[in-house]
Antibody, heavy 121, light 110 residues
């Protein structure tokens, strides 16, 4: 059974750096083809893909946010960490992590429950 | 980078059939698989179609997906609409570097 759960601060101040952790179980990020992605959703708005890390440490970033994002993995801890610098109120959103596979057409087939991050002074 | 464009909203009556489109702005729709997600208020998205036309186990066969190279678009069709189908639906695809979500379509079943 695959599960993912996001954790991190619920409130950050403008200009601060956000660090979110995705802790997962039921799969290994050392298995060929497996990836974990981060997706966010501002209140009442659409889903937006942020970043993706694969089993072989290949990393992909949203072009519009690339300069602010870093994604890393700790295979031994079953965790993926996303950092986003220079936070702004427009970054207020629910942040999700999700499991994907290169062998399943890049489908995000398992999602965490999401964590709401508010950016405010 | 490419974009995926969906209608903002669609509505239809219970028992009817509705189709939601997803048009790719550049690059061929057939080059990379398309997924469709259903999202109910307060919940994470769930896959209803993956790899253009595949249904995950547990998704009823009322849901189907297709792609049309002539219009460079993908479609999600829901037949025999039920009130429980009322939700937001998102298409998603990718290329060699990026993952892209459509802007979402709010389906109202009235």
């Amino acid at each position: 059974q695959i599960t993912l759960k996001e954790s991190g601060p619920t409130l950050v101040k403008p200009t601060q750096t956000l660090t979110l952790t995705c802790t997962f179980s039921g799969f290994s990020l050392s298995t060929s083809g497996v990836g974990v992605g981060w997706i966010r959703q501002p209140p009442g708005k659409a889903l937006e893909w942020l970043a993706l890390i694969y089993w072989d440490d290949d990393k992909r970033y949203s072009p519009s946010l690339k300069s602010r994002l870093t994604i890393t993995k700790d295979t031994s801890k079953n965790q993926v960490v996303l950092t986003m610098t220079n936070m702004d109120p427009v970054d207020t959103a629910t942040y999700y992590c999700a499991h994907t596979s290169q062998w399943l057409g890049q489908n995000f087939d398992y999602w965490g429950q999401g964590t709401l991050v508010t950016v405010s002074s | 980078n490419f974009m995926l464009t969906q209608p903002h909203s669609v509505s239809e009556s219970p028992g009817k059939t509705v189709t939601i489109s997803c048009t790719r702005s550049s690059g061929s729709i057939a080059s990379n698989y398309v997924q469709w997600y259903q999202q109910r208020p307060g919940s994470a998205p769930t896959t209803v179609i993956y790899e253009d036309n595949q249904r995950p186990s547990g998704v009823p066969d009322r849901f189907s997906g297709s792609i049309d190279s002539s219009s460079n678009s993908a479609s999600l069709t829901i037949s025999g609409l039920k009130t429980e189908d009322e939700a937001d639906y998102y298409c998603q695809s990718y290329d060699s570097s990026n993952v892209v979500f459509g802007g979402g379509t709010k389906l109202t079943v009235l």
